[in-house]
């Protein structure tokens, strides 16, 4: 029996991971739940459940109620499904601990990858996001010598091929439409920037131990390709299956084993074809930026996803326009004077920087 605690349980991922738990009762027992602030699917959920978790709401008890569940005795494994880069201290911790880390939380990496890889030892991290989890399938049982890139797939977002000059007037509900994806409002807003992709990049760099010249984004509308690796000799082995997290999801409990399929199949002859082409760098610069960012090293992928927290918000709000995103992101990386992360206080502290410095710009911003 695997017993599992799930921070961001009432999230996209995490119900979905409850969902594909319940399947398997004999199996997986879920020990812990954390939510943010939805009290009531969060009791909900913990009543659902043949034995009684312990919950916690992060909004009342913050960073402490996340890391408390992290060092739950009877667990042994945690998914870590929330957003942000709060997730970093609950990734570190649960490595820490020695127990199974299920990430979704691709923060963790981005903020503090290095941090996060020394915590984690000879201990594997099984990721969760559909795109890493497909790598991880792909180099499964090969030789890490033998691995000459790594082509991460992006559907293009709901604004793939218009120009930067037509994205100006963007309002948040287009944002917010997907084309192929389910996913709660901050992933689904980075998608349509692409900025979601860059930090998937910086993930890869570390999960995979790839340079980011060996890691290349290609836009694929469909969607049902959804990462690929390039081996030395010309080989390209991709990864196929539906627009499901559960897949993923189930991959990371089940792994190394594999069970039934928890969604549809794919009919390749319905499908008919699949379309490749290159990101668009000029309408859509916070991919660029992510690149500049990892390449940088020390704070400035911390300082990158931190200012594009801040701006995502504002533009939720009402604070800001969509291309503002990308804006202030290039302003606040600009503006950091990068160092070497050798502390979680020393990530801390340039995230915090990062935060006044975009909420001051997007603050002149509004009163422009």
């Not at 804006?327 to 020393?346: K, M, Q």
Request: with cysteine; charged share 20%; net charge negative.
């Amino acid at each position: 029996m695997r017993n599992i605690v799930i921070l961001g349980s009432t999230g996209s991922i995490g119900q979905q991971a409850l969902e594909v738990i319940a399947r398997y009762p004999d199996e997986y027992r879920v020990v812990g739940l954390s939510a943010h602030n939805q009290a009531d699917l969060l009791g909900a959920q913990a009543k659902a459940l043949p034995v009684a978790p312990r919950t916690t709401l992060t909004s009342r008890d913050g960073l402490d109620g996340l890391l408390e569940m992290c060092r739950l005795d009877e667990a042994d494994t945690v998914i870590n499904a929330l957003v942000g880069s709060i997730g970093l201290r609950p990734t570190l911790e649960t490595l820490r601990g020695g127990k199974q880390l299920l990430l979704a939380n691709k923060e963790s990496l981005v903020a503090g990858g290095e941090l996060v890889l020394a915590a984690a030892g000879e201990h594997e991290i099984i990721p969760i996001d559909s795109e890493h989890s497909a790598l991880f399938q792909c180099l499964h049982g090969e030789d890490p010598a033998d691995v000459a890139k790594l082509i991460i797939t992006a559907s293009g977002g709901p604004f793939r091929g218009r120009s930067g000059g037509e994205l100006s007037g963007i309002t948040l509900e287009e944002a917010l439409a997907h084309p192929r994806w389910t996913m709660g409002p901050k992933i689904t807003i980075d998608s349509a920037t692409m900025m979601n992709k860059g930090l998937e990049v910086i993930e890869a760099h570390f999960l995979f131990g790839v340079p980011y010249d060996q890691i290349d984004v290609v836009v694929h509308p469909q969607s049902i390709v959804h990462s690929l690796v390039e081996y030395v000799d010309g080989s390209l082995i991709g990864h196929l299956g539906p627009t499901d997290m559960r897949i993923p999801i189930q991959y990371a409990l089940s792994y190394p084993r594999r069970r039934m399929a928890p969604a549809g199949t794919i009919n390749l002859v319905e499908l008919g074809e699949l379309n490749f082409q290159a990101p668009d760098n000029e309408a859509f610069p916070c991919l660029s930026y992510a690149y500049r960012a990892g390449r940088a090293g020390g704070t400035a992928p911390a300082v990158l996803n931190a200012a594009n927290e801040v701006a995502v918000a504002a533009f939720r709000s009402g604070a800001c326009g969509f291309t503002d995103i990308s804006d202030c992101v290039e302003e606040v990386l600009g503006s950091h004077t990068i160092l070497p992360v050798d502390s979680v206080e020393v990530l801390e502290e340039a995230e915090r920087w990062a935060r006044e410095r975009a909420a001051s710009w997007l603050a002149a911003w509004g009163n422009g």
